[in-house]
């Protein structure tokens, strides 16, 4: 294989955000980017696979940037509210387009998650990085089958689907408070239907 230029692959990529953008992905195919970034569909091939790959790296483009200046933007100590800020910042940097590149990969394109593997691990380490920080989290909610671990999956995941669809984040967040701050009789009163929430959770 020929030995890839990074510039060229910017300039593919920029090629395909503008395309994007302008008509939709509908619009974006092999041939059309090849002739707008004045480069053969061969060369273009050494690049990106298919369509499919160009979007993946498109979204990987827009990961990349937003988590290099996420850690700035949160100021919160307590984990849920820190939360509620990584979600809104992350919407706010997904424009019109970012939304468009994650609506257009499938659900199950099970290799996308692949490629994008170490942007997901970069955005699990923010998450158990600020959970770990957060003083006022309840001891003892560790244990067994229920780890810090699969928790942070369970946000994680969340905020991928949220971010997808532009739903709001209220649910999450209540959940995230009950689990880690919520202590056992305030528990036991919410069960009842005596305490904050009734039996609407």
């Known amino acids: 294989m020929r030995k890839r230029d990074p510039a060229l692959r910017q300039k593919l990529l920029s090629c395909a955000h503008r395309i994007e953008c302008s008509d939709g992905a509908e619009a974006l195919r092999i041939r059309r980017l090849a002739a707008e970034a004045g480069v053969s569909v061969g060369t273009l091939y050494n690049y990106f696979e298919s369509k499919q790959d160009v979007l993946l790296a498109l979204t990987e483009e827009y990961w990349k940037n937003a988590l290099l200046e996420l850690q700035s933007h949160i100021t919160n100590e307590r984990f849920s509210a820190q939360v509620r800020q990584i979600y809104g910042f992350l919407c706010g940097k997904m ?5 468009t590149f994650m609506q257009s990969l499938p659900e199950s394109a099970e290799e996308g998650y692949i490629r994008m593997a170490s942007m997901q691990a970069a ?5 158990l990085q600020r959970i770990d920080e957060d003083a006022l989290i309840r001891s003892g909610i560790w244990r067994g089958g229920f780890s810090k671990e699969a928790f942070i999956e369970f946000v994680f995941s969340n905020i991928i689907a949220l971010m ?3 739903g709001e984040i209220d649910f999450l967040i209540q959940i995230v408070e009950r689990v880690l701050y919520e202590s056992e009789q305030e528990g036991q009163e919410t069960k009842d239907g005596t305490g904050i929430g009734g039996d609407n959770f």
């Open 95 to 99: 424009n019109d387009c970012a939304r």
């Open 164 to 166: 997808r669809r532009g």
């Open 123 to 127: 955005f699990r380490s923010v998450l």
